[in-house]
C-alpha cells in the first residue's frame, strides 16, 4: 500500500500531465497504479481530484488548489533531506545533443571547467541538426535552434539566433553587392541539405518570405562545410550569426541584404522528461544555461 507521500508525488504528476498515461510514462509506473493512487487519495481528502469521463480526465477546483499546496509541501520534504544528506561527488554519465557545428565549436570549450572540476563525470555528446531520440540515446539536457514541438520537454530559450547572407570580400569585389532576391539569384550560391529528407533547406527573409537559389554552386548537408567554401569564395550562404559573427567581425566575411533579414530564431535548452533530476544534471544544465545566455561567448546579437 501506498503512503501518503507516495500518494502526493503521484498526484502532483498527474496534476501535469496532461492525462494519466502521460504521468504514469514520466513516473515510470503504471497507467493502473496512478489511478490506484488517486483513488487512495480521495479517499483520504474526502473530495474528487479529477473529474473522469470515458474520454478524458480534468482535475477539479479542489484539486487545483491542493496541488499547489502539495508541491509547496514536497519541496520542503525533499529540501530537509537535502539539507542533510551529505552530498556525494559528481559522478556518472549525462547524455548531451545539440547541432553539429554548435557542439563542435561551443559546447567543448564551455564544458571543460566541469570536465577539469569534476573528473567522475562522463559527457555523452550526440551531434546532430535533427531532434535526437531522446529515450534511445538516453539524452539528459538538449540544445536546439528552432521550435520544440514535443510537449514532454521541459525547454527554456537562451539566446537568439540571427540568420545573416555573407560572402567573402573577394567575391563580393568580383560580383558587386546584390540589391535584391532576383540579382542574389544570378550570383555563385550555397545550400546546405536536409540530412533527414535530402531537400535544400530555404533561405529565409523578412515578412516570412523564402528563397530556393535556382542553380547553387555548391550542395552539402554540413554547416561548417559551407562555412568553409564561403570563407574561400566560392558562394553566397545564409550562415547563423553563431558561425558568420566572429568572422564578419575579422573582416573575413560581409553581410549583404541585411535590410532583409528574417526576425532571429531562438536557441533552446531543454530537458526531454518534467520532473525532478538529479544533481550532475542539474550542475550541467544551469553551467550550459549560463554559458549559452552570455552573448560575449555565444554571438546572438545583429551586427
Not at 549525462?94 to 563525470?121: D, E, S, V
Not at 535544400?200 to 561548417?224: K, R, S, V, Y
Request: proline share 8%; net charge neutral.
Amino acid at each position: 500500500m501506498l503512503n501518503r507521500i507516495e500518494m502526493v508525488r503521484i498526484f502532483c504528476a498527474a496534476a501535469d500531465a496532461p492525462s494519466f498515461r502521460e504521468a504514469a510514462i514520466r513516473l515510470g509506473i503504471s497507467p493502473q497504479g496512478v489511478t490506484r493512487a488517486i483513488q487512495a487519495l480521495e479517499s483520504e481528502l474526502g473530495e474528487p481530484l479529477f473529474h473522469r469521463n470515458t474520454r478524458q480526465v480534468s482535475i477539479t477546483a479542489f484539486g487545483q488548489r491542493y496541488a499547489q499546496e502539495a508541491r509547496i509541501a514536497l519541496e520542503h520534504f525533499d529540501a530537509l533531506f537535502r539539507a542533510n544528506k551529505a552530498e556525494p561527488d559528481f559522478i556518472g554519465r549525462i547524455g548531451i545533443t545539440a547541432p553539429q557545428a554548435i557542439g563542435r565549436r561551443y559546447l567543448i570549450p564551455f564544458l571543460q571547467p566541469l570536465i577539469a572540476a569534476h573528473p567522475a563525470l562522463q559527457f555523452d555528446l550526440r551531434l546532430e541538426d535533427q531532434m535526437t531520440d531522446s529515450v534511445e540515446a538516453q539524452i539528459d539536457i538538449g540544445i536546439r535552434v528552432g521550435l520544440i514541438r514535443d510537449r514532454r520537454y521541459v525547454a527554456r530559450p537562451l539566446a537568439s539566433v540571427p540568420l545573416y547572407v555573407v560572402a567573402s570580400p573577394t567575391l563580393i569585389e568580383k560580383t558587386g553587392v546584390p540589391e535584391s532576391l532576383e540579382v542574389l539569384d544570378q550570383l555563385p550560391l550555397s545550400v546546405l541539405i536536409n540530412q533527414r529528407n535530402g531537400r535544400h533547406w530555404p533561405w529565409m527573409f523578412a515578412n516570412g518570405q523564402t528563397f530556393n537559389p535556382t542553380q547553387p554552386t555548391l550542395i552539402c548537408d554540413d554547416a561548417e562545410t559551407e562555412l568553409e567554401a564561403v570563407l574561400a569564395g566560392i558562394a553566397f550562404a545564409q550562415v547563423p550569426a553563431y558561425l558568420a559573427e566572429p568572422f564578419v567581425k575579422e573582416g573575413k566575411l560581409q553581410t549583404v541584404l541585411d535590410a532583409d533579414l528574417p526576425p532571429p530564431w531562438n536557441l533552446f535548452i531543454y530537458r526531454p522528461q518534467q520532473g525532478p533530476v538529479s544533481r550532475r544534471v542539474r550542475l550541467v544544465y544551469d553551467h550550459l544555461k549560463e554559458a549559452f545566455s552570455d552573448s560575449s561567448r555565444f554571438p546572438q546579437n545583429r551586427l
